[in-house]
């Protein structure tokens, strides 16, 4: 039961060959066992879990149920959830219980969903490698020496043992797509403004954007459905309509055109990645795609424009955790300052301090201009890139990262090498654009991800060109040996 799909799910709901208590009880009755080894959730949440579903089983057996009616998800901790804690990784917020829903919890919980609890991740989303949370590292099913990736790898991970049917995740930078490739999962990161970001805790408010993470294309559809829609809360969400992102999975792919860019393929990735690449690549030319060779002349100078963008955006949206208004407070504060100083100096992790220090170095008076402004010049260069590409080709494909998943402790220590782990994927955010990590085989017993990159509000394209792959492909049916 734990391998079936959403999509499979749904059907064992509507024709009440289980109930959604069942389903639910077996889920969490999974993870109390099984979550000691992984780590991949902060805050499990039976209770609500349990009435949740019961609530959806009279929903099914009224015949009023939405496709997601009843079926347990894992939400990550970035979240807001209303009357549950929502940490996003980080001391900081390690007592602060939400007190509303962010909009895409809302959407779930009106569309029935259950969540079963809420997942680790690296504090405040920065990190490849779920290394930097709080609570602690996730780790990868696949192997349990190895990290899941960062920043939703409690999601992944959690989707990947199965103690989840699927997930959400958050992507600023890669932290969807990335742990996806690693933990052998589908993942999607929609075109910036898709998906509302309110109540979704900001780490860089021009970037960051949510998606599923889930074991199929077919999935990711019903609940980028769900998760998808204008919000007058969000003021960059669009109001552009939804379509049904399952009605097009089926289109053939005959004719379609994949650009490969040159620049992701000349030095960088694992020759044991790359091979997996190209064979998944060979595998759409057989199904009747056309390979056009492309150039995105930019994208060298993706890693270090976001690593300044980032952190700027970051230190501005952190300033809001003072010890005043939520969140941690230092014990006996002598005067205010020292309550600045104090909460924020124990409640933030390293990481988070060196960005918040990286950022508002990059934009104080006299660094702007030579940093920030010259950051958002070369991401308008990235995009350009792109617009052009677009003119060419309908999707974009190439790998997601440049090696299979590392060990724990290997790059905690070398924040620029880790850093390079996004390296194919951050062009992405830059330009807003929507991007799929896809299973594709294995490098050494471990998952590789194929990433496609669709142009503004293609998503319908992407989950088509994923799901045609997973007709003809079973990566996406490999789990770990657990
Ligand atoms: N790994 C990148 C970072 O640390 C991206 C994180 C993310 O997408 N949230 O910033």
Avoid at 13 to 38: C, W
Avoid at 233 to 240: L, M
Avoid at 301 to 318: G, I
Wanted: glycine share 8%.
């Amino acid at each position: 039961m734990f391998q079936k799909t959403i999509a499979e799910l749904i059907i064992e709901l509507q024709n009440k060959s289980i109930s959604s208590v069942e389903l639910t009880q077996a889920y969490l009755n999974r993870i109390q066992k099984n979550d000691q080894i992984y780590n991949s959730f902060i805050t499990v949440t039976p209770d609500l879990a349990l009435e949740q579903a019961e609530r959806a089983d009279k929903r099914l057996a009224a015949g009023n149920a939405e496709p997601l009616t009843g079926i347990p998800l894992a939400q990550k901790d970035i979240f807001c959830t209303n009357g549950v804690k929502t940490s996003s990784g980080s001391k900081m917020l390690d007592n602060f219980i939400a007190p509303y829903d962010a909009t895409v919890i809302d959407k779930f919980n009106q569309a029935g969903a259950v969540m079963l609890g809420k997942t680790n991740m690296d504090e405040f989303a920065m990190g490849s490698s779920n290394e930097t949370s709080f609570y602690g590292p996730v780790k990868n099913p696949w192997n349990t020496n190895t990290v899941p990736g960062g920043s939703s790898g409690g999601s992944a991970a959690a989707v990947a043992a199965q103690l989840a049917p699927a997930a959400t995740g958050t992507d600023t930078g890669g932290s969807i797509r990335q742990p996806a490739a690693l933990c052998n999962l589908t993942g999607l990161k929609p075109t910036y403004g898709r998906v509302s970001r309110y109540g979704m805790i900001a780490f860089a408010s021009s970037l960051d954007q949510a998606g599923p993470m889930t074991k199929t294309a077919e999935d990711a559809a019903i609940m980028l459905n769900a998760m998808a829609g204008f919000d007058p809360k969000d003021s960059t969400c669009s109001n552009k309509n939804v379509p049904d992102y399952t009605a097009d999975l089926n289109k053939n792919l005959k004719g379609l055109k994949i650009g490969l860019p040159k620049e992701f393929f000349e030095k960088g990735m694992d020759e044991s990645v790359a091979k997996v690449i190209e064979d998944a690549i060979d595998t759409y030319k057989k199904a009747g795609a056309e390979l056009v060779e492309i150039s995105l002349p930019n994208s060298g100078l993706s890693v270090p424009s976001y690593y300044v963008v980032a952190p700027a955006e970051a230190s501005s949206n952190l300033s809001r955790f003072d010890g005043v208004r939520y969140g941690y407070r230092c014990e006996n504060p002598v005067d205010l300052e020292d309550m600045y100083k104090r909460s924020r100096g124990e409640g933030f992790g390293e990481e988070v301090k060196r960005r918040i220090m990286i950022g508002t170095y990059a934009l104080s008076v006299g660094f702007y201009d030579a940093y920030y402004l010259k950051a958002q010049k070369v991401r308008r260069l990235i995009s350009e890139d792109f617009k052009k590409a677009f003119e060419k080709v309908d999707v974009i494909m190439g790998p997601t990262t440049p090696t299979t998943a590392f060990n724990i402790g290997e790059k905690s220590n070398d924040p620029v090498t880790m850093y390079l782990s996004d390296i194919y994927t951050i062009a992405v955010n830059l330009a807003g654009l929507p991007g799929m990590s896809i299973p594709a085989g294995f490098a050494n017993n471990m998952p590789v991800g194929l990433q496609l990159i669709g142009n503004y509000f293609e998503e319908s394209r992407l989950l088509n060109v994923a799901h045609q792959y997973q007709q003809i492909t079973d990566w996406h049916k490999q789990t770990p040996a657990m």
